[in-house]
C-alpha cells in the first residue's frame, strides 16, 4: 500500500536560492493538500489542488511561494528566493475525494533548512 | 477566529497508567473533529474522525470522544509505543467539505516502563 510520497526527506538550501518540494498522492487521490508546520508550532494549511486546478490557496504566502497539480506527475510547492523563516516541515497530504468519511493521509514530510 | 488548543502541552505517564488528553476548539460550524498521531521526523497518521457531540470511536488502547466544546483521546493502559504527538484538527463547516483542517500544537506523550 503506497502511501503519499514525499521528496526529498531533506532540502537544504542557501538564501535567495529555489525550493522544489514534490509530492505523490496515494493511489487514486486526486485531492492533494499542502500544510506547513513550524518549529515548535502547529501545522498550517497553505494550499487545496485537484488535479490541474488550485481550489484554495488562502493559507499560502502572496508572494515567492506557488503550488501545481499538473495532469500528469507529483504535485509540486516551489519557493522562490527563500528565507530563513522558510525553513520548516512542509507535508502534503491525499483524499480520495471530500466530504464526509473522507480523511486525508500525510506523507512523511519535506524539511527545508535554509542556510 | 477558529482556534483549536490542546492540553497538557508535554504528558508523562509510566505503562498501564491511564489518562487523558484534551482539545478544546472554537469553530464556527463543526463539520468534523480528527485525531492523528505523529511520530518524530514522521508525518501525521489518521486516528479518528468525530462529527457530532455524544460521538465515541475505539482503536486499540485509544478511545476518542466529543462535546460541543471540546473533545477527549483516553489512553488505556498505555505501552512505551504509545509514545507521540497526538494532534488534535477541526474542519470547519465553510471549509467546502474539503480536508483544510486547523490543528491544536499536540500533546507530547511519553510512556516509560
Known amino acids: 500500500n503506497a502511501g503519499v510520497m514525499q521528496n526529498p526527506r531533506h532540502l537544504v538550501r542557501r538564501r535567495g536560492q529555489e525550493a522544489r518540494l514534490r509530492c505523490s498522492p496515494m493511489?487514486?487521490?486526486?485531492?492533494v493538500y499542502w500544510y506547513r508546520q513550524l518549529p515548535e508550532e502547529g501545522l498550517k494549511f497553505m494550499v487545496y489542488l485537484q488535479k490541474e486546478n488550485i481550489i484554495d490557496e488562502s493559507g499560502m504566502p502572496k508572494e515567492r511561494f506557488s503550488a501545481e497539480f499538473p495532469k500528469e506527475g507529483p504535485s509540486i510547492l516551489r519557493i522562490q528566493q527563500v528565507v530563513r523563516g522558510d525553513s520548516a516541515a512542509y507535508f502534503c497530504a491525499s483524499s480520495l475525494r471530500t466530504g464526509r468519511n473522507t480523511e486525508a493521509f500525510f506523507g512523511q514530510g519535506t524539511r527545508l533548512t535554509v542556510v | 477566529e477558529d482556534q483549536v488548543t490542546q492540553s497538557p502541552e508535554a504528558l508523562r505517564l509510566q505503562e498501564g497508567e491511564s489518562s487523558s488528553l484534551n482539545c478544546s476548539y472554537t469553530v464556527s460550524g463543526l463539520r468534523g473533529l480528527f485525531w492523528y498521531r505523529q511520530d518524530p521526523g514522521k508525518g501525521p497518521e489518521f486516528l479518528f474522525t468525530?462529527?457530532?457531540a455524544g460521538e465515541e470511536k475505539e482503536k486499540e488502547r485509544l478511545k476518542a470522544t466529543l462535546t460541543k466544546k471540546e473533545s477527549f483521546l483516553h489512553i488505556t493502559a498505555p505501552k512505551p509505543e504509545d509514545s507521540a504527538t497526538y494532534l488534535c484538527a477541526v474542519q470547519a463547516s465553510r471549509s467546502g467539505g474539503y480536508n483544510k483542517l486547523i490543528f491544536g500544537a499536540g500533546t507530547r506523550l511519553a510512556v516509560h516502563p
Open positions: 493511489k487514486g487521490h486526486s485531492h
Open positions: 468525530l462529527y457530532s
